[in-house]
């Protein structure tokens, strides 16, 4: 979630948008310890804070790009490294040749290459959904990253000195330099490295590289796997690769099979009269997308994969373990929603979750124990909203464990919501994309293309995940979905019923993040087959309910004598809810009188583990920074 708000309002809450996202940075806890990062990314929390909503980076594209009547003849810029680049890197890019330093100096890596960052005057009517109203023209293609030449500690007292001129032996012109160091990841189109004068509110171009290459934009990357049925013994893998020719994956003791390839493109964005950034200067081509299913295996059994060709190369080889198969008897998952990522290094993007990168890497030390079967993202899976580059970036972030269990996901107002475009909810917060780019990188086990709501199940345990961003009205075909797939779940072969969405039926938190008509239309199929338990993201917290129906407690959990809560469902009176969407975006704050349904509330980056077999549900919020768990229940039967 960010906002929620009608296009036609949105646009005059710019400023309070602005106000709270600049002070919150003094509500952040002390006690934050270090991530474990590339030593530029001392604490991503702290770092990205100020990034997380509108910032002066992502406005840019509201701004006049001139070239700087700027005579200098000795400003250069040099990229270390190898002629191409391979599939990560951490460029040093020098700039050298500064006769005066300035605090607004930031040098912008831009691809294409030839990616046009002039001055556009005749699109301006084109970007209010950029949020930024200012009578100014605009930046014709959106860097892809960023950052002040003053990140180098050196850079404005100048003590990377250079003589440029001498006289009578004596050095009588003197420029300075800035070192900064860029996170790189095979994007397949070359990059380029600009260099600006002027900061991000009236920037002008002093300077810019040469094109760097990447030395194989084909080459197969960012894997990840999901589950196509309760039998766990296929397994789908999906990856992204400049090469539009079929590959393949192999696996096991020598199957392999061909990939199904996919894209989409400029014109498949939704866009209005005024373009959507994903139409517009958002876009990214996002090569072509390969999905291929592994057959053949065992549910509950370890494997190793490798995707790609001789021609295009190969991924290395990967271990992956197939979920346990749908009645058998225990299920080991994690589950989040509102991820998102953020950068290695020190600049700024258009969108950043500074708790991204701690939670990510306390879920990859989880699948490293052996002790997770599958993982669920429920909803705002990248937050490219629009920025396609993004979802290369966010796909490089979850490949570490994404690639080595089911990784399952829900749709979010953040992947689909756009106006016009058969959504729910009038916003524009896909930035255009429509849903498009998530079905395409994810697909899931859902009954065609843009109905993405599915049931699967583990062990015993039967998942439900809708779409709060389609019709879930009573007349719609997602309704009559969700009461067909919850009634005829089999309780004696999975007793445990699980519903997941994005957007949450109860949250005690700011902002307008529940939505009563959902809850009057969708709560009594919850009552009515008995679900035991209801996760939804949207809302950037952890928050548990009682036993609630209608706003009221049917029923409190009972303390054992470890003092850990309870809820009997032998005696079913209603479902337990928890907001789960505290997994990267800036966290929420609660109201100061929640109601009497919130039992736990806590506003810290983590995420949700559970434990399943057929008598009890234990179920844990831990936090990622500490890696301690912070709430821990259990659901007996």
């Not at 690769?241 to 498949?268: C, L, M």
Request: hydrophobic share 35%; aromatic share 10%; net charge negative.
């Amino acid at each position: 979630m960010e906002l929620h708000i009608p296009t036609q309002i949105a646009i005059f809450s710019i400023p309070i948008i602005l106000f709270t996202c600049i002070s919150s940075s003094s509500s952040l806890s002390s006690s934050l310890s270090p991530s474990n990062l590339h030593p530029l990314v001392v604490d991503s929390v702290l770092e990205h804070l100020n990034y997380t909503a509108i910032s002066e980076f992502r406005l840019l594209n509201r701004r006049r790009i001139l070239e700087c009547r700027d005579g200098n003849p000795y400003l250069k810029i040099n990229v270390s490294g190898n002629a191409t680049m391979g599939d990560e890197e951490y460029l040093t890019v020098n700039v050298t040749g500064v006769l005066v330093p300035a605090d607004n100096d930031w040098i912008a890596m831009i691809s294409p290459s030839d990616a046009d960052v002039s001055y556009c005057p005749l699109n301006k009517i084109m970007y209010v959904q950029t949020g930024d109203l200012i009578d100014l023209p605009l930046l014709c293609h959106y860097p892809v990253k960023a950052q002040y030449l003053s990140r180098d500690p050196d850079y404005l007292s100048c003590k990377k000195k250079e003589c440029k001129e001498y006289k009578d032996g004596q050095c009588v012109l003197t420029t300075c330099g800035s070192t900064l160091t860029f996170h790189v990841l095979n994007i397949r189109t070359d990059i380029e490295f600009v260099l600006f004068a002027g900061g991000f509110t009236i920037p002008c171009v002093l300077k810019r590289s040469n094109s760097l290459t990447f030395a194989n934009p084909n080459q197969p990357l960012y894997g990840h796997l999901s589950s196509i049925d309760s039998t766990g013994t296929s397994m789908r893998i999906t990856w992204v690769s400049g090469g539009k020719e079929p590959q393949k994956v192999q696996y096991g003791d020598g199957k392999s099979q061909t990939s199904e390839v996919s894209t989409f493109s400029r014109d498949d964005m939704c866009s209005k009269v005024v373009p959507s950034p994903a139409k517009d200067f958002g876009w990214h081509d996002p090569g072509y997308i390969h999905s291929a299913v592994m057959t053949g295996l065992q549910p509950s059994t370890s494997y190793s994969y490798k995707y790609g060709s001789d021609s295009v190369g190969w991924s290395n080889k990967v271990q992956f373990r197939t979920p346990p198969a749908g009645g058998s008897n225990e299920l080991k998952f994690l589950a989040y929603g509102d991820m998102g990522k953020a950068p290695l290094d020190d600049t700024v993007e258009h969108y950043i979750q500074p708790g991204s990168v701690s939670v990510a890497k306390a879920v990859l030390d989880d699948v490293d124990s052996g002790n997770v079967d599958a993982i669920f993202h429920i909803g705002d899976i990248s937050y490219a909203t629009g920025f396609l580059v993004e979802w290369d970036f966010f796909l490089h972030h979850i490949s570490p464990f994404a690639s080595r269990v089911s990784y399952m996901t829900a749709i979010g107002n953040h992947e689909r919501d756009y106006v016009d475009s058969g959504a729910r909810y009038i916003t524009p917060d896909s930035g255009g994309e429509c849903g498009i780019p998530y079905e395409t990188y994810f697909p899931m086990p859902t009954p065609a293309k843009d109905k993405p709501w599915y049931s699967i199940e583990q062990a015993s345990v039967h998942f439900t995940v809708i779409s709060t961003e389609h019709d879930w009205s009573e007349n719609s075909e997602q309704y009559q979905w969700m009461k067909g797939d919850m009634a005829s779940v089999d309780r004696s072969k999975t007793p445990w019923l699980v519903f997941m969405g994005h957007r949450p039926m109860y949250t005690s938190g700011h902002g307008l993040g529940a939505d009563p008509i959902f809850l009057d239309a969708v709560e009594p199929l919850l009552l009515d087959n008995k679900a035991d338990l209801v996760l939804f993201g949207h809302m950037h917290n952890y928050e548990r309910t009682c036993s609630v129906f209608q706003n009221e407690c049917k029923a409190m959990p009972k303390k054992d004598q470890s003092g850990v809560d309870i809820y009997d469902h032998s005696n079913y009176s209603a479902p337990v809810q928890v907001v789960i969407g505290m997994a990267g975006f800036r966290l929420g704050e609660f109201t100061d009188e929640p109601s009497d349904w919130s039992l736990i509330r806590i506003s810290k980056f983590g995420y949700f583990r559970g434990h399943a077999t057929p008598k009890e549900l234990q179920l844990e919020y831990v936090n990622a920074d500490t890696r301690k768990v912070e709430d821990i229940f259990r659901i007996t039967r």
